[in-house]
């Protein structure tokens, strides 16, 4: 049976006198906000939403605004320029269950785009595929929300729409509706009213209807959510025991290392040169040089929690590039990190990342550079998550669960794992915690940490030294190439 539109006094148009709003969109690589929680306080005239963090659940808030009762439901923004594969199950399913939290349906989406953002051709996939996690209907009831912290012009707006198809496509694809929000500027209540009056028209326009939930949607939607709550109190528990075990050997009089040697591997974009920062409690590795990544291994050294460490950082590789497709320069590098902390590590420190999804092409990576070294690596690995703030209300626990490749790894290392909020660096808890489990991997390891064959570490630096030669006469040769061609080009060669 079709449902019946919701009307608020007949006569005039059909006016619903609840509205209920899904704020949707993507978030920057640069970490600036896109605007979707502030666009929400904007809407209902009160700070609801933390704008302080990222949205790493999809929340509901309700307001009396303009006379009308008000539900807002915020929710996780994914990457503007990766496509679905590489946002978290958990972010999808948040996404999804958006709708959900304003039955019996949102009256609008609000796409939320900053104005200032250029969305490039690459963009739209990303933006489709998201979503498509929402039923086909969803563009019919969405409007474009773009928002600005100061008044820009009819003709900058315009000039925005003729520079950008992607721009073009999605507001065909949302019948050309459009709105402009000042998210600096709560006192002004013209525009939420000007809003409030076009989601209105895209109403009638749906003849009073707003979007359909599909409530069997939503209960599979908890239900898997459930498997994975059970599945992270089930490893967190199995965890603590084993912990407990090592701890045990510990206290019995099985002395740990003064001074624990860690080497820091892992792609790019996994925070190891903050994480380790955090580690020593002290700026020892460049995070702020823009695009340039490390290309070489750096050694750092500090007193800790009453132990002396020492921290190896290394180059990364491209999280989806096989051994092969990685530089040889590279690979002798991170090779080489081990033979910076001799006789060798107690621990390697694998960094994983929490802001992106670990597909497949990811794990075939990891596994691909972790051959560089023995089998045995695996005994003295922890896997390292740098951006603990992601998580949100969420455990680490769940993320794993949630995610197969993920479970893959964490257990392979034996269920060896930690987070690190690398924006805490007031937290000390969390070092000493990672400095605890290192030492109790230390006491149940037959060796005590991952030995190095300085046969293999004079063959490296023999390799880094000739390719460092050759790279030296390359630059020279192109120094003087580009000096003859300036030259040429002033006329001061004839």
Not at 363 to 377: G, K, N, P
Not at 464 to 492: N, P, Y
């Amino acid at each position: 049976m079709a449902e019946a539109p919701e009307v608020s006094n007949p006569g005039q148009r059909d006016v619903p006198p609840d509205l209920r709003i899904v704020l949707i969109g993507g978030r920057r690589l640069d970490g600036r906000p896109s605007g979707k929680s502030s666009a929400g306080n904007i809407i209902l005239g009160q700070s609801v939403f933390d704008t302080s963090r990222r949205t790493a659940q999809s929340e509901a808030r309700q307001q009396e605004v303009l006379s009308r009762h008000v539900t807002v439901v915020d929710t996780p923004g994914w990457w503007w320029i990766y496509t679905l594969q590489h946002t978290t199950k958990l972010d999808q399913i948040e996404i999804q269950k958006s709708v959900h939290l304003c039955p019996p349906g949102p009256h609008a989406f609000l796409l939320v785009i900053p104005n200032d953002l250029y969305l490039y051709p690459y963009v739209q996939p990303s933006l489709k595929q998201h979503l498509d996690l929402f039923s086909a209907e969803v563009f019919s009831h969405t409007i474009v929300l773009f928002t600005e912290a100061a008044p820009c012009s009819d003709e900058t707006l315009k000039s925005k729409f003729k520079r950008s198809p992607t721009l073009r496509w999605i507001l065909q694809q949302c019948g050309n509706r459009k709105h402009v929000l000042n998210i600096s500027d709560r006192e002004d209540r013209a525009q939420v009213k000007m809003l409030f009056e076009k989601i209105d028209a895209m109403v009638a326009d749906n003849r009073g209807r707003h979007y359909s939930v599909d409530g069997a949607h939503g209960n599979a939607l908890r239900e898997e959510m459930k498997v994975w709550a059970e599945g992270a109190s089930k490893r967190f528990d199995q965890v603590q025991k084993q912990r407990k075990e090592l701890r045990a050997l510990i206290e019995g009089g099985k002395v740990p290392p003064e001074h624990l040697r860690l080497v820091i591997i892992g792609a790019h974009y996994a925070a190891r040169s903050s994480a380790g920062n955090t580690i020593l409690g002290k700026s020892a590795f460049d995070v702020n040089n823009g695009d340039r990544r490390t290309t070489c291994c750096k050694i750092s050294h500090s007193l800790v929690a009453d132990r002396r460490l020492t921290v190896v950082d290394s180059p990364g590789w491209f999280y989806i590039h096989t051994l092969q497709e990685t530089s040889e320069m590279d690979k002798l590098e991170i090779e080489n990190s081990m033979n910076l902390c001799p006789p060798g590590p107690h621990a390697v420190l694998l960094g994983i990342p929490l802001a992106t999804a670990v597909n497949p092409s990811y794990l075939r990576s990891v596994q691909e550079q972790m051959s560089l070294f023995r089998e045995e690596i695996w005994k003295h690995t922890i896997v390292l998550f740098a951006r603990g703030d992601w998580l949100g209300v969420k455990t680490v626990e769940e993320r794993i669960e949630s995610d197969e490749v993920l479970q893959w790894m964490v257990n392979k290392c034996e269920n060896r794992y930690h987070v690190l909020n690398n924006k805490d660096h007031s937290d000390k808890t969390q070092v000493e915690e990672l400095l605890d489990k290192i030492e109790e991997m230390w006491a149940g390891n037959e060796n005590p940490y991952y030995e190095v064959d300085p046969s293999r570490a004079a063959e490296i630096e023999a390799k880094k030294e000739a390719g460092d030669k050759k790279a030296k006469r390359i630059k020279e040769i192109t120094g003087r190439q580009s000096r003859v061609l300036k030259e040429l080009f002033e006329g001061k060669i004839h």
